[in-house]
């Protein structure tokens, strides 16, 4: 087949064109090709749909440079970025040709191999003879590598997408994008993500949206060993290769392998490729093709650009949910429904997480059952487990629930590192989205007997870390934190038993709240999360636990310090019904939740809830630790300034002055505390007039 050549010029060099047409006159007359420039077009034919005809359909396109065709319209032009396109998919070859000495730099084939080569004739107008020699032999040369490997244009494309299109895909337009762009300059691209999160889909739409783009497009199953050499047997007889009839199944990857070599413009789609190493041996070396694999690693550079698959947004989610469900066409827009379909499909896009396999169930069960949304996110609120386990009839893409799905990666975790299996049972009762990793590192003593010294271990740490990121199962942020996705707790939590369940709910309890002080207060802050949900988990399980006492008394006395009332006053509650049940109401430790509750109180202005449990806690420390103790002081202190704020002068007054003397006798003059009683006791005389008295009680 005779290759067409394209030649582009300014009219200024017309003899220089004609010089290169004679010497490519031997090309012809071997037909080994065909030239064509502008000035075969007949006498009343339009000029420009045929040159943009040619320049589409040539394999070999000339530019004869000079400052002339620098200077032209033509070579800033749509269609010499088009040409240089074709170039860089490997479906024709763009050669510029320098005529004359001009300043070509910046020009848009300026980053192309320039013609002729020899230092001699660096021009065509210089060194003729040389020079067109050397540019006969840059086209020979050119020939002889679209030969090799550009598919010849009249050949079938190849074509082996197992899938049929999926009508109700939905959204997706920036990955979808942006995996085009990665590909056409990096070659090779991992789609990561979390099982159920639309890998799979994704890889399918890309295939079908840009299959002009290619000449060549193959799907590989990559999720075996034994469904990677299957799937490159049926490539090899696609290709009709000679091996295709071996029977060492290595000899047809080989060659399967060889031909990705050397073609060109080929996609090669590796899906569900989690084993990145078993795939590496698959993978053509020196291929002039695009690869494209979906995986649920993360740690993918090595092998490919990693582009992450992440969860639908409300607006994605609901819209797609709305479309699968049938409420509305499939390419209808999200106003097509009615507005409270609009509002029940954001909150059950919000309520999945906006997962698309698990939005895909929920319009599955609703068309193929005909109940409406607000019905159905009623039963999943109580019955999500096992909605969570089946899927819809007539799959044939993911036949695969969400809790199938993921119950598979839970046990391919548990035999490749039991510490990470156990990492996850943790993170199922913690706050999925900011989850400290000093809960796992300072908590390692309370982890059990797999998890402790791992967690003790930066180095074992990670090592269980990776293995669920190998899975996508939780994500790792860089401020060392992990999370963790909603509806991956709850398919974990559904497969242990109560007891199991309680066992991990009591070890996300054991974990310190940091020090409460001012310098830590962000810090503080950002375990609140986590709190609230180890205060849900207490209630459930009706934890009665010192170490549940003490988590929700610190985080209670922080959040009360920084006026986050309505936040505290149920931790600080419940911290103190667990001491009375553990330790009895004559313990310490209850004077001190009495007394916790009760400043709370007595920051909010509730004086008379405040009272009778300061009262409580003085009881309280009197019996046990004595009338002298500094805790009892602490409690006097505490129940004068009530009175204090109520203007109640003679009850405050007595109380202060017998904080004063315990904490002058039992902690000295100069300490904080003895310093404290001094103020509230000058404060109090200022308050009354007695000025007085106030120096002598420490002003």
């Known amino acids: 087949m005779a290759y067409e050549v394209f030649i582009s010029y300014s009219h200024k060099d017309q003899k220089l064109r004609e010089e290169l047409d004679t010497h490519l006159a031997n090309l012809k007359r071997q037909n080994i090709i065909t030239a064509w420039y502008d000035g075969n077009i007949k006498p009343g034919e339009e000029l420009q749909p045929q040159i943009i005809e040619h320049l589409n359909t040539a394999q070999i396109i000339l530019l004869l440079v000079s400052a002339n065709f620098i200077a032209s319209d033509f070579c800033y032009s749509t269609e010499m970025k088009q040409a240089i396109a074709r170039h860089d998919a490997n479906k024709a070859r763009v050669i510029p040709i320098l005529l004359r000495p001009t300043d070509w730099k910046g020009a848009p084939f300026a980053k192309l191999k320039m013609l002729p080569t020899d230092a001699k004739a660096i021009t065509l107008w210089f060194a003729h003879d040389e020079g067109f020699v050397d540019v006969i032999q840059g086209i020979r040369d050119a020939i002889e590598d679209l030969t090799i490997k550009i598919i010849p244009a009249n050949q079938e494309r190849l074509w082996n997408i197992p899938y049929e299109r999926n009508l109700l895909f939905t959204g997706r337009k920036v990955v979808l994008e942006r995996l085009y762009e990665v590909l056409r300059a990096d070659k090779k691209v991992a789609l990561s993500?979390?099982?159920?999160?639309?890998?799979?889909?994704?890889?399918?739409?890309?295939?079908?949206?840009?299959?002009?783009?290619?000449?060549?497009?193959?799907?590989?199953?990559?999720?075996?060993?034994?469904?990677?050499?299957?799937?490159?047997?049926?490539?090899?007889?696609?290709?009709?290769?000679?091996?295709?009839?071996?029977?060492?199944?290595?000899?047809?990857?080989?060659?399967?392998?060889?031909?990705?070599?050397?073609?060109?413009?080929?996609?090669?789609?590796?899906?569900?490729?989690?084993?990145?190493?078993?795939?590496?041996?698959?993978?053509?070396?020196?291929?002039?093709?695009?690869?494209?694999?979906?995986?649920?690693?993360?740690?993918?550079?090595?092998?490919?650009?990693?582009?992450?698959?992440?969860?639908?947004?409300?607006?994605?989610?609901?819209?797609?949910?709305?479309?699968?469900?049938?409420?509305?066409?499939?390419?209808?827009?999200?106003?097509?429904?009615?507005?409270?379909?609009?509002?029940?499909?954001?909150?059950?896009?919000?309520?999945?997480?906006?997962?698309?396999?698990?939005?895909?169930?929920?319009?599955?069960?609703?068309?193929?059952?005909?109940?409406?949304?607000?019905?159905?996110?009623?039963?999943?609120?109580?019955?999500?487990?096992?909605?969570?386990?089946?899927?819809?009839?007539?799959?044939?893409?993911?036949?695969?629930?969400?809790?199938?799905?993921?119950?598979?990666?839970?046990?391919?975790?548990?035999?490749?590192?039991?510490?990470?299996?156990?990492?996850?049972?943790?993170?199922?009762?913690?706050?999925?989205?900011?989850?400290?990793?000093?809960?796992?590192?300072?908590?390692?003593?309370?982890?059990?007997?797999?998890?402790?010294?791992?967690?003790?271990?930066?180095?074992?740490?990670?090592?269980?870390?990776?293995?669920?990121?190998?899975?996508?199962?939780?994500?790792?942020?860089?401020?060392?934190?992990?999370?963790?996705?909603?509806?991956?707790?709850?398919?974990?939590?559904?497969?242990?038993?109560?007891?199991?369940?309680?066992?991990?709910?009591?070890?996300?309890?054991?974990?310190?709240?940091?020090?409460?002080?001012?310098?830590?207060?962000?810090?503080?802050?950002?375990?609140?999360?986590?709190?609230?949900?180890?205060?849900?988990?207490?209630?459930?399980?009706?934890?009665?636990?010192?170490?549940?006492?003490?988590?929700?008394?610190?985080?209670?006395?922080?959040?009360?310090?920084?006026?986050?009332?309505?936040q505290a006053e149920p931790l600080l509650q419940r911290a103190l019904a667990i001491r009375e049940r553990v330790l009895g109401a004559e313990d310490p430790l209850t004077a001190d939740g009495l007394n916790n509750l009760a400043t709370l109180n007595q920051d909010q202005g509730k004086y008379e809830e405040a009272e009778p449990l300061y009262r409580r806690a003085l009881a309280i420390r009197e019996r046990v630790l004595g009338a002298d103790h500094p805790d009892t002081a602490t409690s006097l202190n505490n129940l004068g300034l009530l009175y204090d704020n109520q203007g109640k002068y003679e009850e405050a007054e007595p109380l202060y002055q017998r904080a004063l003397a315990i904490r002058e006798r039992a902690l000295g003059p100069n300490h904080p505390d003895t310093a404290n009683s001094l103020h509230c006791l000058a404060f109090l005389y200022t308050d009354q007039g007695k000025y007085d008295e106030a120096p002598s009680a420490g002003y």
């Open 193 to 566: 993500g979390l099982g159920g999160i639309g890998k799979t889909q994704t890889a399918i739409e890309y295939a079908y949206r840009y299959r002009d783009n290619y000449d060549t497009i193959l799907w590989v199953k990559a999720e075996s060993l034994e469904s990677i050499n299957s799937d490159f047997v049926t490539i090899a007889h696609l290709l009709n290769l000679p091996e295709k009839q071996e029977q060492e199944q290595h000899l047809i990857v080989e060659a399967v392998k060889r031909w990705f070599e050397n073609y060109t413009n080929w996609l090669l789609i590796l899906d569900n490729a989690d084993d990145l190493e078993m795939v590496r041996g698959f993978l053509p070396t020196d291929g002039q093709g695009y690869i494209l694999l979906t995986t649920r690693a993360q740690a993918t550079r090595r092998i490919a650009q990693r582009i992450e698959i992440e969860e639908m947004d409300v607006e994605e989610g609901a819209l797609f949910l709305l479309r699968r469900a049938a409420i509305i066409d499939s390419n209808a827009p999200l106003d097509a429904a009615s507005t409270a379909d609009q509002t029940t499909a954001r909150e059950i896009s919000q309520t999945m997480d906006g997962l698309p396999l698990a939005l895909d169930q929920a319009g599955a069960y609703i068309e193929e059952t005909q109940w409406s949304l607000p019905e159905y996110l009623r039963l999943f609120q109580i019955r999500k487990e096992e909605l969570l386990q089946r899927r819809g009839k007539l799959i044939t893409d993911h036949p695969e629930s969400v809790g199938t799905t993921w119950s598979l990666a839970f046990e391919k975790v548990q035999q490749a590192n039991p510490a990470a299996a156990d990492l996850l049972r943790l993170c199922a009762f913690l706050d999925p989205d900011i989850i400290q990793e000093e809960i796992i590192t300072k908590g390692a003593s309370e982890l059990g007997s797999i998890l402790q010294p791992v967690a003790a271990d930066p180095i074992k740490l990670n090592d269980a870390i990776g293995t669920l990121l190998t899975y996508s199962l939780v994500r790792r942020n860089p401020d060392h934190t992990l999370s963790i996705h909603r509806l991956v707790q709850i398919v974990l939590k559904h497969s242990m038993n109560k007891s199991v369940q309680r066992r991990w709910a009591e070890r996300a309890v054991y974990q310190a709240f940091p020090e409460v002080d001012y310098e830590n207060w962000f810090q503080c802050q950002e375990y609140i999360p986590q709190v609230l949900i180890c205060n849900a988990l207490i209630e459930q399980w009706d934890m009665v636990l010192p170490e549940a006492s003490q988590l929700l008394d610190e985080s209670g006395y922080y959040l009360r310090e920084s006026a986050q009332y309505e």
